[in-house]
C-alpha cells in the first residue's frame, strides 16, 4: 500500500472549516483514498473514501487532485466533538481478497477544534 | 444501529497469565479483523478472519492465537502475557460483499498487564 504524509497537528476554530492535507504521492492506479479518525481511546471511525472524483456525505467532504497525489479531508463546520486524530489511508479495495482489508495506520493528523 | 461489540471493556492480568479477548461483529457482517493500539502509538494490524477461516495476518506475536466462529463472532486468545501487551486491542468488522470499503470498529478492550 502506498505511503502517506500528513502534518503532525493542526488547530481550527469552532464553527469553521477544517481543511486536512494528505499526500499520497506513490498512489497506484488501484488504489483507493480513506480517512478515519479515532477520539481519544475509542474505536477508530470511518469517515469517508474515493477513488478520483471527489465524495461527500454527512460528515465530510473529500477532494482528490486530478493527479491523484493528494487529497483534502473538509470538516465543514468542526466542532469540539472533531478533536480527533485523523488517518488518511491509501489501499487497494480488495474485493477479490475477502478479509483482505486491513487498515494500515499511519501517524495521522491531530486536530485541535477551539472554541 | 448495532455496532461492534467487544467484552470486555477492561481486563487487568498479571504476567505469564492468559486472557481472552471477544468481538461480536455487526450483524450480517462476515470479516473481523484484530488491531492493537500500545500507549501513544497508532492502530497496528493484528490478523483477520472471513468466514471463519484466517484472511491475513500482520504482526501478531506467536503467543497470541485468534478465530472466528460460526456465529461470526471472534475471539483473541492471548497467553504469556508480557508488560508490553498492555494496550487497547480493537475488533473491526466488514461485509466483504459489499467490498469491504467500511470497517466497524468497537470499542475497544483495555488490557492492562501487571
Known amino acids: 500500500d502506498a505511503k502517506t504524509t500528513q502534518p503532525p497537528s493542526m488547530d481550527c476554530a469552532e464553527g469553521r472549516a477544517a481543511n486536512l492535507p494528505c499526500n499520497h504521492s506513490t498512489i497506484s492506479g488501484n488504489e483507493y483514498v480513506y480517512w478515519y479518525r479515532q477520539i481519544h481511546s475509542q474505536g477508530p471511525q470511518y469517515i469517508i473514501h474515493g477513488l478520483k472524483n471527489n465524495e461527500t456525505n454527512e460528515m465530510a467532504s473529500l477532494i482528490i487532485t486530478e493527479d491523484r497525489k493528494s487529497s483534502t479531508l473538509i470538516l465543514p463546520h468542526a466542532t469540539l466533538r472533531d478533536t480527533a486524530v485523523y488517518y488518511c489511508?491509501?489501499?487497494?479495495?480488495?474485493?477479490?481478497?475477502?478479509?483482505?482489508?486491513?487498515?494500515?495506520f499511519g501517524a495521522g493528523t491531530r486536530l485541535f477544534v477551539k472554541a | 444501529a448495532a455496532g461492534v461489540i467487544q467484552s470486555p471493556r477492561h481486563l487487568i492480568k498479571e504476567k505469564r497469565e492468559t486472557a481472552t479477548l471477544k468481538c461480536y461483529p455487526i450483524?450480517?457482517?462476515?470479516?473481523v479483523y484484530w488491531y492493537q493500539q500500545g500507549p501513544g502509538q497508532d492502530p497496528q494490524f493484528l490478523i483477520s478472519?472471513?468466514?471463519?477461516?484466517?484472511?491475513d495476518k500482520g504482526s501478531i506475536p506467536d503467543r497470541f492465537s485468534a478465530q472466528q466462529f460460526s456465529d461470526y463472532h471472534s475471539e483473541l486468545n492471548m497467553s504469556s502475557l508480557e508488560l508490553g501487551d498492555s494496550a487497547l486491542y480493537f475488533c473491526a468488522s466488514s461485509l466483504a460483499t459489499s467490498g469491504g470499503s467500511e470497517q466497524f470498529f468497537g470499542p475497544g478492550t483495555r488490557l492492562t498487564v501487571l
Open positions: 478472519f472471513y468466514e471463519k477461516m484466517q484472511s
Open positions: 450483524p450480517r457482517h462476515d470479516t
Open positions: 489511508i491509501v489501499r487497494v479495495a480488495q474485493y477479490r481478497i475477502p478479509g483482505g482489508f486491513k487498515t494500515i
